[in-house]
């Protein structure tokens, strides 16, 4: 029997049920008072929020000026003006700015909240292909949509400094800014490799791929050779780097993924000299005129001596040449080039990932030379090396590389070891001050006559659990010494030899019994009874400590140590690399030395240099599509490429009927001849335009200035508007641009920084990530799944307030959340509430009612700050159930009341507000404030569970509201940690005790 298909989300269909009177507080006598029902007319969105939106749009409620007292500049990354309208991830950090805004401009704040449309780029285009419509058609429609939308959703954004990518007076500047980077050499064209949609059929920036895929439309990418225009970001790597220093308001996670994709390395680039088969070819000196050779980044140069095989990326230039038609070097040069196909078909994902069979191919008729030692060592080319790191070539140290000895085993070539384990024991270390005894130690495996199980020594002086443990006296070896410690130990004297556990280990700790710092040598030695023959233990060993017989399969369970996990492996056969530091063997001269701190004495001893790299990769700037700012260059025949004159822009995008991509790798523009033909503007000869236009991320690198000076022809944004404003304080956006717009814009700031072109180094002062919004079914909202919630439709049956507070209350603002139907009828219901509430207002309040206003403007205001919506939403909820409970509030109570919920509720707000007599907009007021006299409260402490083990615990009011203390529970940092991604099953609250999430 097949499942039943779960129904798709349609408010038309519920409409019936939850109709707008049965939520308006018409004969409900909960709402009103007695005797006062009909003097309330009904609280009804679809009445009032239209007649507000049109009132602050007409008298410029939210717009603002420059140099207007103190300021806050609140951004959201502005969209990309689709044909499917925004979406409820759109609605939820765009509400979230507006939100903030609002508060900040009831503080006294001249706040800006601006928007504008990103309509350059694939998606804009692709929806104008698939309708058959113009994209200059299409964006202006999706445009006039998403604007109207925003509008119904009562934001308070400053329309006057409204931008559009696609407006020539907008895209006049970007391309203004392009020739900047132009002149100055960091922008540059080349022919190179670049991944290749052959859906969207252009070239993508490596940012654009993910695990393979384009970013846009999911296809698998290819790699394409392509004339391509890029952007040198590769030179501010540093920069980018340093920069996040000054940046402490920003999400630790956020850095780290920056961090990440710049992928600094320390380290050595050393050359391999080459060995041909062909002696005519080793007497070839190069242009240097040193002998053919290969250089090699390695952030390891204390391996150097374990290196028994150079491996060189597919992509390496020397292995193109190679394969080409003009050298005859390789023996197998068809082999190489049949591999070589293979590989093209693999994405950098999967040759770079550690769980994917590595491949590769000997490059026979040559060798290379390892500089330290002088051996001569096999060439492969092979898949796990990416021709964008380093120098596309690495030195194979299979003794301490996974992916090497991944290699080395498949194809059987020579391991070496060089570096001698080395581990501080850190629940013990050395003790400063204290004499240091090295000394030669083993630890003895003692199997029982089955074999199937193994002594372990439990100390009773100290929490100790070990293999028998002891010195190598003078004279003796280390199987006697082991023999002597183990029956002096154990007692067992009937003891064979089994094998010793491979190399030395060498391990630093602090030797508690003897009150002295141990640099012990340790080797593992294996034994098994051949009975159980056994003297009796001495009363000083019997003191000491105890046997137990431990299982073979829990012995990693029971014995401790840094050093212990090597031994374990070695002694079940589990061949490692070791890839840590430790001590220098094997390398002539170094042996001994510690390998953290000899790097630099190898790389001089073979004449190598110490050098920094990244694996951030200079940035794929255009783009073989119609639908994108031109790019404002002419490349004429004579004197080569040439910057459009300055009077000359903005280079219009050409009208055309034809725009669809190519696949060619030529951009549509190249067949439109009046369009691309151009008199030089050097020597007024014939020359063509660049065809090629800029990625949709030229004119997201930038806005943010604009919004800053919006109206100004003369310049991006002047000096005197970015020092009022600079920088952003707030940036609201998803945590999937991190590596793309939010990358690509800090570094466009840091270059226009030290060009003076703008004042400040970092554009954002914070960032606001937010967490997607599930369907109601807790999956990822699609079409297929007939699971996409449209706030349109939402708000046409609830209004635009309740949605706004609903999607505020879902949960906490960075979490992953899912929209619940039944949820919002409650958040409805409460706003009922708020506006039954005109009917309470009377002279005189409660105690406990202004107690409860003065802690919900406390916590309001403090949870905005944080951006814990969801618990100012609870906290108001708190407070209209304690006036239900009186049926009273002052109207100075109320007006305070509804200054704090104005923010998120701003139409029926407005409306209770002109009700009550005020003139003026309520945004025209001002945040209230608490007095701390009425803060005082019981506290109590309850504990936090998850699934039954404590994780944290609360400070909270005595007798808070159930859902209030969940909220806070779930907000906690330390919770949120262990919960994660996981799926919370049910929340149980034992009133004043403690908080149990289910998981």
Request: aromatic residues 10%; positive net charge; hydrophobic residues 35%.
């Amino acid at each position: 029997m097949k499942p039943k298909k779960k129904a798709e989300y349609d408010p038309k269909k519920i409409e019936d049920k939850w109709p707008q009177e049965k939520l308006s507080n018409k004969n409900n006598k909960e709402s009103f008072s007695k005797g006062k029902q009909k003097k309330l007319v009904a609280y009804n969105p679809v009445k009032i929020e239209k007649k507000w939106q049109s009132e602050w749009l007409t008298k410029k409620t939210f717009e603002v000026k420059n140099n207007n007292g103190k300021k806050k500049m609140v951004l959201v990354e502005f969209p990309f003006p689709s044909g499917a309208g925004l979406h409820m991830g759109h609605m939820r950090p765009f509400i979230a700015g507006d939100v903030t805004t609002k508060y900040f401009k009831l503080k006294g704040f001249n706040a800006m909240y601006p928007i504008g449309w990103d309509a350059f780029g694939l998606p804009a285009e692709n929806y104008a292909i698939k309708n058959k419509v113009h994209p200059s058609v299409s964006t202006k429609q999706n445009i006039a949509n998403a604007k109207k939308q925003l509008l119904s959703w009562g934001t308070g954004y400053d329309w006057s400094r409204e931008i559009n990518t696609t407006d020539p007076e907008y895209y006049k500047w970007t391309q203004k800014l392009f020739l900047e980077f132009y002149k100055t050499g960091l922008a540059y064209e080349k022919f190179g490799e670049v991944n290749w949609c052959p859906k969207d059929k252009t070239g993508l920036a490596n940012e654009e791929v993910i695990d393979g895929k384009c970013e846009r439309c999911g296809t698998t990418v290819e790699k394409k050779n392509l004339r391509q225009w890029y952007m040198k970001i590769t030179d501010y790597a540093e920069k980018l780097l340093e920069g996040l220093n000054d940046l402490p308001e920003w999400p630790h996670a956020v850095k780290v993924q920056q961090e990440n994709w710049i992928g600094k390395s320390e380290g050595a680039e050393i050359n391999f000299e080459l060995r041909f088969k062909n002696e005519e070819d080793n007497k070839r000196r190069g242009p240097d005129g040193k002998p053919a050779h290969i250089p090699v980044f390695t952030t390891r140069a204390d391996t150097l001596f374990g290196v028994t095989y150079l491996v060189l990326a597919p992509e390496h230039l020397w292995v193109t040449l190679a394969t080409d038609d003009n050298h005859d070097v390789l023996e197998n040069k068809n082999e190489v080039k049949k591999y070589l196909e293979q590989v093209k078909a693999k994405t950098d994902i999967e040759r770079s990932a550690l769980d994917k069979e590595k491949t590769g191919v000997e490059l026979k008729g040559v060798k290379a030379i390892n500089p330290a030692n002088g051996e001569v060592i096999p060439m492969f080319v092979a898949d796990y090396v990416l021709g964008g790191y380093g120098t596309g070539a690495i030195m194979a140290v299979p003794a301490h590389d996974e992916r090497d000895f991944e290699f080395a085993k498949k194809y059987n070539l020579p391991i070496k070891e060089v570096i001698a384990p080395h581990f501080t024991d850190w629940t013990n270390p050395p003790q400063p001050g204290k004499k240091v005894i090295r000394r030669k130690t083993i630890h003895a495996i003692i199997e029982n006559v089955e074999g199937d199980k193994v002594i372990g020594i439990k100390w009773k002086k100290y929490n100790w659990q070990t293999f028998v443990i002891g010195g190598v006296e003078e004279g003796e070896d280390v199987i006697e010494g082991a023999k002597r410690e183990a029956m002096e130990e154990t007692g067992y004297i009937d003891l064979e030899f089994v094998k010793i556990l491979g190399d030395e280990i060498h391990s630093e700790y602090f030797a508690t019994h003897k009150d002295v710092n141990r640099y012990a040598d340790v080797t593992g030695v294996v034994f098994r009874m051949r009975s159980e023959s056994r003297n009796e233990l001495s009363e000083e060993e019997s003191d000491k400590h105890e046997i137990l017989w431990i299982e073979k399969n829990k012995i990693r369970d029971f014995y401790k140590g840094a050093e212990v996990h090597v031994l374990i492996d070695r002694y079940f056969g589990i061949e490692k690399p070791f890839i840590g530091h430790g001590e220098i063997k094997n390398s002539d001269k170094f042996d001994g030395l510690k390998s953290e701190v000899i790097k630099t004495k190898i790389v001089e001893s073979v004449g190598g240099k110490i050098v920094t790299k990244y694996k951030l990769r200079d940035w794929v700037f255009s783009r073989q599509r119609y639908w994108g700012e031109p790019i404002p260059l002419i490349h004429c025949p004579k004197c080569g490429i040439v910057p459009v004159a300055d009077k000359d822009l903005p280079v219009k995008l050409p009208e055309v009927k034809n725009y669809e991509p190519t696949g060619t790798g030529e951009s549509p523009l190249a067949a439109i001849d009046k369009w691309v033909n151009v008199k030089c503007p050097k020597c007024k000869g014939k020359a063509k335009r660049e065809t090629n236009t800029m990625p949709q991320w030229a004119g997201s690198s930038w806005y943010w200035l604009r919004y800053m000076d919006a109206k100004n022809k003369k310049e991006v944004s002047s000096l005197k508007a970015q020092k009022y404003w600079s920088p952003v304080d707030l940036y609201f956006g998803g945590m999937e641009h991190t590596t793309l717009h939010l990358l690509y814009s800090r570094f466009w700031n840091l270059f226009l920084y030290d060009r003076k072109l703008v004042t400040v180094k970092e554009p954002y002062k914070k960032r606001v990530p937010h967490g997607i919004i599930l369907g109601p079914d807790g999956e990822k909202m699609s079409k297929s799944r007939g699971n996409v919630v449209n706030p349109d439709d939402v708000i046409k049956i609830y209004g635009a307030d309740t949605t706004r507070l609903y999607m505020m209350f879902l949960g906490p603002h960075g979490a992953q959340v899912a929209w619940n139907d039944k949820g919002i009828v409650g958040t409805r219901r409460f706003l009922e509430r708020v506006w039954a509430m005109q009917d309470f207002v009377s002279k005189k309040e409660a105690d406990d009612v202004t107690a409860a206003l003065h802690k919900t403007i406390k916590k309001v205001g403090e949870d905005i700050e944080t951006f814990s919506f969801n618990t100012a939403v609870s906290s108001m909820m708190i407070f209209v159930n304690t006036v239900y409970e009186s049926k009273s509030v002052t109207k100075k109570s109320y007006e305070s009341f509804l200054t704090l919920l104005s923010v998120f509720a701003p139409h029926m707000t407005e409306e209770i507000w002109r009700n009550l007599g005020n003139k003026q907009t309520i945004f025209k007021g001002k945040w209230p404030t608490f007095k701390e006299s009425y803060l005082k409260s019981e506290k109590v402490t309850v504990v936090v569970q998850v699934n039954g083990k404590i994780k944290a615990e609360l400070s909270i009011d005595r007798d808070i509201d159930d859902e209030a203390a969940k909220t806070l529970a779930l907000e906690n940092p330390k919770v949120v940690e262990f919960v994660g991604q996981s799926e919370i099953k049910r929340v149980i609250v034992v009133k004043n005790r403690l908080i149990n999430i289910v998981i």
